[in-house]
């Protein structure tokens, strides 16, 4: 059992084989015994499972012996004479049948991994020329190439702040990316959420002064220390108080961190433009803008609280909102507390 183990392991596809046969041979079982003819969508089970995770050609494969299953039942459940040549006729019919399934599948499959690919490069590929940018326009606004006016140094601070921006929004696409592909990975190590909290409010500090809100932090007390990543607890906080800033022009923006039963709660909440019942259930679908109809907001990818959910979800709490138009948002998110 040890080797059939250690051989599984090297050679995973031979393992999905493994198991589309003996999920085949079980189901041809059960439609023996009870003498009722199964549908081929059960099959199909079997065909897809090892396409999708053993490739094109052990998806022929597993498609001829789900034919052949399929063969023997009708020979055997046949109960009056018939022609042999009808018999062949059904193993193709049944064979061609999980063929298309596997073609359709594997292009699928393909079609998929080419965009995730094509993704991931030209993210990649856009960081560093607008490294570059980003690095040459702030020289030129701190002097290093020569003195400056007013009017120069505003038009290169709109630069360097769309830089950032452009920044943001290639990675929030390959967050995005490595959440589909499953290879977005976690650092758990134990933090104090009201100091993860304060490092969050630092990285949008500027912006909250410079549309004149109010900043009010209602620090739990003697809440644990607990198990989370605080690179992405850090992205989650940042998203909500950015989206916080960008729809309150006056007001502002609380956040309170408090203990809730065997988790850690945070909630971010402002005085904005609220959200409208309608779009509640939009607000953490993948590149759903909700609110964006107003011009002069800034237009994202539409996949930060996406993400962020995503985040959540992985450390095994939840988040949600709560928004009344014209009277604020509030959006919440909970962690389990994990010391051990």
Not at 127 to 155: A, F, H
Not at 194 to 204: L, S
Not at 211 to 238: A, C, S, Y
Request: positive net charge; proline residues 2%; contains cysteine.
């Amino acid at each position: 059992m040890r080797r059939l183990t250690a051989y599984f392991n090297k050679q995973p596809k031979f393992f999905f084989i493994f198991l589309g046969i003996l999920i085949t041979l079980l189901i041809s079982a059960i439609d023996f015994l009870t003498k009722d003819f199964f549908v081929l969508e059960f099959y199909i089970i079997s065909v897809v499972l090892v396409a999708w995770f053993a490739g094109r050609n052990a998806g022929i494969f597993m498609a001829f012996i789900c034919g052949l299953a399929t063969f023997a039942l009708d020979i055997i459940e046949t109960t009056h004479h018939v022609s042999p040549l009808v018999h062949y006729w059904n193993f193709f019919m049944n064979f061609g049948f999980f063929l298309i399934v596997v073609y359709f599948l594997i292009n699928l499959k393909e079609a998929l991994e080419l965009k995730s690919k094509f993704t991931s490069t030209i993210s990649h590929e856009f960081r560093t020329p607008l490294s570059v940018i980003k690095e040459s326009i702030s020289m030129v606004r701190d002097g290093l190439c020569g003195g400056i006016n007013d009017k120069q140094e505003d038009l290169l601070n709109m630069a360097v702040r769309n830089a950032n921006r452009l920044n943001l929004l290639i990675n929030d696409i390959l967050d995005f990316q490595k959440f589909e592909s499953g290879k977005m990975k976690f650092v758990f190590e134990k933090n104090d959420i009201n100091k993860v909290v304060q490092e969050a409010y630092n990285g949008v500090e500027l912006l909250i002064k410079e549309k004149n809100i109010d900043f009010v932090f209602n620090m739990g007390k003697d809440l644990p220390e607990t198990k989370f990543d605080k690179d992405r607890i850090i992205q989650v906080i940042t998203n909500l108080l950015s989206n916080a800033i960008k729809f309150t022009d006056r007001g502002a923006i609380n956040v309170n961190t408090t203990k809730d039963g065997s988790n850690i709660q945070v909630e971010v909440r402002d005085t904005g433009r609220g959200i409208k019942a309608e779009d509640m259930q939009r607000l953490f679908k993948s590149f759903e803008q909700v609110g964006s109809f107003n011009k002069r907001v800034e237009k994202g990818t539409g996949l930060g609280l996406a993400i962020s959910k995503e985040i959540i979800v992985e450390h095994g709490g939840k988040i949600w909102a709560k928004s009344e138009p014209g009277r604020g948002t509030a959006f919440y998110f909970t962690l389990p507390i994990r010391q051990g």
